[in-house]
């Protein structure tokens, strides 16, 4: 009933091995698959569009014409990790979190590492999202990446890479934790037979997190929204929701004294943990962006004082722009002494002289990024464009080469996705584990699985039209 979309096996097949065997890790899964009927998936896959509605699993799509909600279509399917291949992602996940802290605390205090010209000095003092606010500040426990989502991609060998490392309002985690519910609920035997990690306890997770931050003994923790028109608010609200947290908007908190407190019928309170899901410069108008309307005004000042903390600190973003990315290998073993666990996809820096030739020369192979986009915008994927896109981004490159970076088309590898309700296909995944940094670093064993729905494409983005599945993570 399985066939790939690819007879060129030019990627891999997490389902199968080179000679069509099952592998070890699919096998209960692909008996189940074998003796379940066509119209059977497909009563399945239409209950879980259903849930997904009644739950109201949806996200805003800015750019489309046709309606601003959506859900994000669950493929049935789950896609399954071996315990084995997870350890390794856990323990590189682990790794890179610490060094990236360490990175953090450095660059905004001593500089050691710009000193001693590990990473170049312009390349950090010269981002936009280096705050110079920041300059000279611990934030509470040391800990500045609370949250992280870390994309990871499986090339045709199998080996897993680092795509990109995610620190500042990280988002998806809500849709692994319902996603669950609705796949566990559609093949309850085969979830229970295979023994699949629980992620159910993340919120309580989240909320220990939080609370670490505070030296209070029964601290107010608050979700930070944009707002209702946020693409991500469903999330906002689950979470707030799941830990029994205060869903706040700026405009329900003000200072005084220096200590952030919020309206309630019952007078201000004061909040002293906020989990903020808005970007780091719209957080306060009189430190960062002054036009912001989404912040709360001094809210800067009452961090800066100790009197609230704020997941993640301000200032991390620096850490996740995409040219800062090329250089993680260097600050593991800079700050740990290290090789790295989990390998970066082989990148090109434009603003390297040498980088840049190879990649006006091979932009036809290449996929370009911009550093500092996100959600699969201001990017080119070489091979799936012609001739005039190639020029375009050339110029692009050329005239602002510190905003680009460039990397090799990866061989995306493949699981079984229910196709139009009636066929099982391969398509192209990522995946995006979530790691909370409290008492210690915390790798989750589950992750949002994104799928890219469209046969042969690379992108799984869901701005982009990708999907997602259930990724259970075995003993």
């Not at 796949?183 to 037979?193: C, W």
């Not at 107010?220 to 209702?228: D, H, M, Q, R, S």
Request: net charge negative; glycine share 8%; proline share 5%.
């Amino acid at each position: 009933m399985y066939v790939n979309h690819d007879s060129q096996h030019s990627f891999y097949d997490e389902m199968y091995d080179e000679d069509r065997t099952l592998r070890e890790h699919y096998s209960n899964f692909g008996a189940f698959i074998e003796n379940i009927s066509a119209k059977k998936l497909n009563q399945l896959q239409f209950s879980a569009d259903k849930a997904q509605m009644a739950m109201g699993m949806t996200f805003n799509v800015y750019h489309d014409k046709e309606g601003v909600e959506k859900i994000l279509h669950l493929d049935i399917l789950p896609r399954i990790i071996p315990g084995n291949d997870w350890q390794k992602i856990n323990d590189g996940l682990k790794q890179r979190i610490t060094a990236l802290n360490l990175f953090l605390q450095d660059i905004y205090n001593e500089q050691k590492i710009l000193k001693d010209k590990v990473v170049p000095a312009d390349l950090i003092l010269g981002s936009k999202d280096f705050l110079k606010p920041c300059i000279g500040l611990t934030p509470p426990k040391g800990i500045w990446c609370h949250i992280t989502g870390t994309d990871l991609v499986r090339d045709n060998n199998g080996e897993f890479y680092i795509l990109e490392d995610n620190l500042r309002c990280p988002s998806g985690v809500s849709y692994m934790l319902e996603s669950r519910e609705i796949i566990k609920s559609a093949f309850p035997n085969l979830f229970n037979k295979l023994g699949v990690r629980p992620v159910s306890d993340y919120p309580t997770k989240l909320l220990d997190m939080l609370q670490f931050l505070s030296d209070k003994p029964k601290p107010v923790i608050g979700v930070l929204t944009p707002g209702v028109y946020n693409s991500a608010y469903f999330e906002h609200s689950y979470l707030a929701q799941q830990m029994g947290a205060e869903l706040v908007s700026g405009m329900d908190l003000l200072v005084q004294d220096k200590k952030v407190y919020m309206q309630t019928t019952n007078g201000l309170e004061q909040i002293d943990v906020l989990y903020r899901r808005i970007d780091d410069t719209f957080l306060d108008p009189l430190a960062f962006n002054p036009d912001s309307m989404l912040g709360v005004p001094g809210l800067f000042e009452a961090y800066k004082a100790g009197n609230i903390a704020l997941a993640n600190a301000p200032g991390t973003g620096v850490a996740d722009d995409k040219a800062v990315y090329a250089y993680v290998p260097k600050i593991i073993k800079y700050y740990l002494d290290q090789d790295p666990i989990l390998h970066n996809v082989p990148t090109f820096l434009c603003r390297e002289e040498k980088d840049r030739a190879h990649v006006l020369e091979n932009i036809s192979d290449l996929v370009v990024k911009e550093t500092n986009a996100a959600g699969g915008y201001g990017m080119m994927i070489g091979p799936k464009v012609g001739a005039e896109e190639h020029e375009k981004f050339r110029q692009l490159v050329k005239k602002n080469p510190n905003n680009y970076i460039a990397q090799p088309t990866l061989s995306l590898s493949t699981v079984p996705s229910l196709v139009d309700h009636k066929t099982i296909e391969g398509r192209h995944v990522d995946l995006r584990p979530y790691v909370l940094y409290g008492k210690e670093v915390e790798v989750i064993p589950g992750a949002l699985t994104r799928v890219a729905l469209k046969k042969g494409s690379l992108v799984v983005n869901s701005s982009q039209g990708g999907g997602s599945k259930d990724t259970w993570v075995l003993y």
